[in-house]
Nanobody
Framework: QVQLVESGGGLVQPGGSLRLSCAAS????????MSWVRQAPGKGLEWVLD????????YYADSVKGRFTSSRDNAKNTLYLQMNSLKPEDTAVYYC??????????WGQGTQVIVSS
């Protein structure tokens, strides 16, 4: 079955960087667009970005544009999220998800990112 496993979260100071990974298995990773979604403490889900199946195009939420970039290695079945210039408001659990017909399909378990001094 589809399995998505995020990693790379942790505690980082404001202005710092983190790189998240999402390891995919159980399906043809290269055939699916992927999304990153986050949930801040006490808040609802917030879409962060979509990346197309081939990795050639990425669409970002305004809140992260210019600071976050996503890439994928289809040979390794892995999705990445490079987060730079982190702010306290980026504190959240970050999830990767498959994007199927403009809807989120399968989700990972999430990885916690805390931005604090």
């Amino acid at each position: 079955q589809v399995q998505l496993v995020e990693s790379g979260g942790g505690l980082v100071q404001p202005g710092g960087s983190l790189r998240l990974s999402c390891a995919a298995s159980g399906y043809t990773f290269s055939s699916y667009a992927m999304s990153w979604v986050r949930q801040a403490p006490g808040k609802g889900l917030e879409w962060v970005l979509d990346i197309v199946s081939g990795g050639g195009s990425t669409y970002y939420a305004d809140s992260v544009k210019g600071r976050f970039t996503s890439s994928r290695d289809n040979a390794k079945n892995t999705l990445y999220l490079q987060m730079n210039s982190l702010k306290p408001e980026d504190t959240a659990v970050y999830y990767c998800a498959t994007l199927e017909d403009s809807s989120f399909g399968s989700w990972g378990q999430g990885t916690q990112v805390i931005v604090s001094s």
